[in-house]
């Protein structure tokens, strides 16, 4: 019997994060594909478009209008999935029935007055201004009284539910901290405790030094693929400095932040040759008013795509009965990325 290898055989992969498990099989990429590879044909989009909702000057739905703003803009969400005002109440029958209100709202954050751009098209400076404008209101917001968690997020693509295709982000701001973040709340604290530094900044230490997974690595952050990596090409964006959250950063740092949010961005794009579609989120420190020094600033990047412009990993069967579980190992996702033109494929093709 061979030794174990994990770039040859099928192992699990523990995420210190959260607790959880993933199954990856390297041998399954030796499997013939007999499916299309194929590349999108890109829409040209208008700089402007008068039927846009979130383009300068137009109205939305419910009739309020936009301003002629020229870099971010911020509005409540006109279909907030959480409101402010909610009559406090609990129900519960026995141990098995429980549910409560919850109180919170939603915004939403225009990234540029430009209906055709996509953060890897953006100029790091413009993308700065969204650094800021989530800074900004991570401040604000995490000062109410009533809210404990705000996730920052970007749906983009159509096939990641996106209703538009106007590069803009998303807030939900909340009473109770959800899943996901509650999960890695714990597993820093727990790491923590024992180590008396931030899970991240020692993981990054080592990730640093092998460089086996580095995507890209600026003065003050670090984008990289997991090594508990679960969607084909998932990757996270990681503070060097161990701060807790956004309002910490230093303006180098915001600086530092957009520029490695671009050059991502630019290499999911230039895998495909398509717009690379994805859901990604900010996990920081609760805004509890307490001190949490064992949580790290990071970005998650979850992008569907596994083959081509149209052909995407499902998180089907056994993912959602089991584990979930990949094929290419994050090392050879990275190893991908990394070489890959640092030059958007669009630039290149129309200098
Ligand atoms: P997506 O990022 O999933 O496309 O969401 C855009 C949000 O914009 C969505 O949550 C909101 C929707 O509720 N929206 C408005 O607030 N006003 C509008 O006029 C249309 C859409
Ligand atoms: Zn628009």
Redesign the pocket.
Known sequence: MDKFEFTEHSHRRYNPLTGDWILVSPHRTKRPWQGKVEKLNLEQRPQYDEKC?LCPGNE???GLKNPEYTSTFV?Q???SALLPVVPEGEYKKGELFHAKSEQGF?K?ICFSPRHDLTVPEMEVDAIKKVVDIWCQEYKEIGALDYVNHIQIFE?KGDSM????PHP???IWAQTSVPDEPAKESIKQSEYFQRHGTSLLSDYLKDELESKERILVENDHFVALVPFWATWPYEAMIVSKRAVSNLAELTEDEKFAFANCYKKLTVMYDNLFETSFPYSAGIHQAPTDGAEHPEWHLHMHFYPPLLRSATVKKFMVGYEMMANPQRDITPEQAAQKLRELPTLHFKENKTS
């Not at 539910?161 to 538009?164: A, D, E, L």
């Open positions: 909702y939305r739905a419910g509005f969400n006109d279909f939603c939403v749906n539910g996106c209703s538009n803009h982000g998303q």
